[in-house]
Nanobody, 123 residues
Framework: VQLQASGGGLVQPGGSLTLSCAAS????????FAWFRQAPGKEREEVSC????????LYSDSSKGRFTISRDNAENMMYLQMNILKPEDTALYYC?????????????????WGQGTQVTVSS
């Protein structure tokens, strides 16, 4: 199982950015995918998670209404569309995967992680 995130960059406040995560090696197993972020000096924060099978998604309070997570199983890709970006969204963003169905909350642990992609929101 491999995950590779990309799409980070520098964007002005109020702008948009879409992150991508290439996923491989999952076979036909059930997985939940997620995006995390970690800003300097802060703890890692889960932004959103999504069921690989159903596409049902959950969001953190900080991302709800501005970010949209999606997946394309045919292309083995996962995305995070980020709109109305704020300076506090600046962080290293990671994609992750956990075996199993998505329940009422995002999984507690993730077995697989991609490398981070840096998002900087600044004028």
């Amino acid at each position: 199982v491999q995950l590779q995130a990309s799409g980070g960059g520098l964007v002005q406040p109020g702008g948009s950015l879409t992150l991508s995560c290439a996923a491989s090696g999952f076979g036909r197993d059930y997985f939940t995918f997620a995006w995390f972020r970690q800003a300097p000096g802060k703890e890692r924060e889960e932004v959103s998670c999504i069921s690989r099978t159903t596409g049902r998604a959950l969001y953190s309070d900080s991302s709800k209404g501005r970010f949209t997570i999606s997946r394309d199983n045919a292309e083995n890709m996962m995305y995070l569309q980020m709109n109305i970006l704020k300076p506090e969204d600046t962080a290293l963003y990671y994609c992750a995967a956990a075996r199993g169905f998505l329940g009422g909350t995002c999984p507690r642990t993730y077995e697989f992680w991609g490398q981070g992609t840096q998002v900087t929101v600044s004028s």
